[in-house]
């Protein structure tokens, strides 16, 4: 999405346009942008089903504000359409494969059938957005439905957040979608929102381009051909996955926030240092904010949350966990990532207040929710529970019959997909990761935010222009090389 030059453009287009219009037409200015922009990525069929859902999310909200009787089953119904468009796209294919009565390679083609069939990108997030919406008018979240149909559209079709979140509530993003009204470029206060801004761009990128997209090779070498891999690099790939799906997901958000915050609208922060977690339930936390506050608010809590006893929290854990896996994906991968991390959660709420204690917090428990972290996203990465059950199998020595560093040979100045000078560039780049999440970590705070607001201008300055030529010179973009999509484009 950012990589290519059209965007680039588009961006710098937009940005000039936005900001010389008065801040009350400015609405008239995002909304056919966004429909721009998701038309051009998403094509025809991603911009029909999002503006359908909009459509209907908008009408539904304004039913359901009215007094009278009628709102709990229109509340309902709408819910079940969304949820129902959304499983139908995720799951039908999956079923049509699994049953024999599609061959995978149709799915996978450019006919016809796949391009039905394909799910429209952000489908997950932004069904999640409408039924939010419809809930919190419903339960008086939302002292009212929002009448301005331009304006609810901007809040379902804003394209920074369309594609991969955040996940936003409508309340607090119209507070957002009016204060930009009110920005001005040549301010003071528009100055610190473009030093914010900024650092959340550039820092994004680094984690994309510089680390996602060069441990992404190296991950995608090793799945491509297990049997040549010993235990010990089946553990190293594990690992740098956990470190490449971080990066890849955290640096899209980081960069979104970024780009929304130049037209004045601050999206939802979605990852705070998660990998600096003592143990899963903080993990949780701090990865995906968005999804596992929804999860919490419209699953966890209606469920009976905490409050009918320890079975029962424990029940509804699970419960919330297996409706995550299924979220991100069809098939039985999916269900038994969501369920170990559902298992962990409930092993911590278990061992936090006895003798084992220490397995859940401090160095221990860090340690620990790392790997078990990691462990759990062989599930998410594997295409198929067999696949995965494979991967974590050559983990183990002695089963795996390979020579335990087997794979990890330099062969044309290269080993498992990337030169040496890449290997010196991933390992130098995460030393600056580790090092400045742990600074943020410990400020209890995220890098952007303390770079661009805490930071004198000087640190700042040299930080993001150090980190600006790293991208533009270390990136793995450009001419030769295939443009790697953000992973979260799949949900």
Not at 128 to 153: C, H, N
Request: include cysteine; aromatic fraction near 14%; glycine fraction near 10%.
């Amino acid at each position: 999405m950012l990589l290519k030059i059209s965007t680039i453009v588009y961006l710098i287009v937009l940005f000039i346009i936005y900001h010389l219009v008065p801040g009350k037409f400015r609405g008239m200015i995002l909304l056919p942008a966004s429909i721009l922009f998701v038309y051009a990525e998403g094509g025809i069929m991603g911009l029909a089903v999002l503006v359908f859902i909009t459509v209907c999310a908008y009408a539904a909200g304004l039913v359901i504000g009215r007094e009278g009787s009628g709102r709990r089953f229109v509340m309902a119904l709408s819910v079940a359409v969304f949820v129902g468009i959304l499983a139908c796209w995720k799951y039908i294919p999956w079923l049509l494969v699994q049953s024999g009565i599609v061959a995978a390679e149709r799915l996978a083609g450019t006919g016809r059938l796949a391009t039905v069939m394909a799910m429209p990108i952000g489908l997950s997030f932004y069904t999640f957005q409408a039924i939010s919406y419809v809930v919190d008018v419903y339960t008086g979240k939302l002292k009212a439905p929002e009448k301005k149909m331009l304006r609810f559209a901007i809040y379902m079709m804003w394209f920074p957040k369309w594609m991969s979140g955040p996940i936003e509530r409508c309340g607090d993003f119209m507070k957002q979608l009016e204060a930009s009204a009110r920005v001005k470029l040549f301010s003071q206060e528009y100055v610190l929102r473009l030093e914010k801004s900024v650092s959340f761009l550039v820092w994004g990128l680094f984690m994309k381009l510089v680390i996602a997209d060069r441990l992404g090779t190296v991950v995608d070498s090793v799945y491509a051909d297990m049997a040549s891999c010993g235990f010990v690099t089946m553990m190293l790939a594990s690992v740098l996955y956990t470190i490449q799906i971080y990066c890849d997901f955290a640096g899209y958000t980081n960069a979104m926030i970024g780009i929304s915050g130049l037209f004045g609208i601050d999206l939802t922060q979605n990852f705070v240092t998660p990998y600096f977690a003592e143990n899963t339930v903080e993990f949780w936390r701090r990865w995906h904010i968005s999804l596992s506050s929804w999860l919490r608010d419209y699953v966890y809590i209606p469920l009976g949350g905490n409050r009918k006893g320890i079975a029962r929290k424990r029940i509804n854990t699970l419960i919330v966990f297996f409706i995550c896996g299924m979220w991100h994906g069809a098939g039985l991968s999916f269900i038994v990532w969501g369920i170990l991390h559902g298992l962990f959660n409930v092993a911590t709420d278990a061992l936090k207040k006895g003798r084992a204690a220490f397995l859940t917090k401090g160095v221990v428990g860090r340690v620990l929710t790392f790997c078990l972290v990691s462990f759990a996203w062989i599930f998410f990465r594997a295409n198929g529970l067999g696949e995965a059950l494979t991967f974590v199998k050559g983990m183990v020595p002695g089963v795996n019959a390979a020579a335990p560093l087997a794979g990890l040979v330099v062969s044309e100045s290269a080993m498992l997909g990337i030169s040496v000078m890449e290997w010196w560039i991933a390992a130098i780049s995460l030393v600056v990761l580790v090092g400045l999440d742990g600074y943020a970590y410990i400020r209890r705070d995220v890098v952007p935010v303390l770079v661009g607001e805490r930071w004198g201008v000087v640190g700042r300055t040299v930080l993001l222009t150090a980190l600006i030529f790293v991208v533009l010179i270390f990136g793995k973009y450009g001419s030769g090389e295939d443009i790697r999509s953000f992973m979260y484009m799949q949900f």
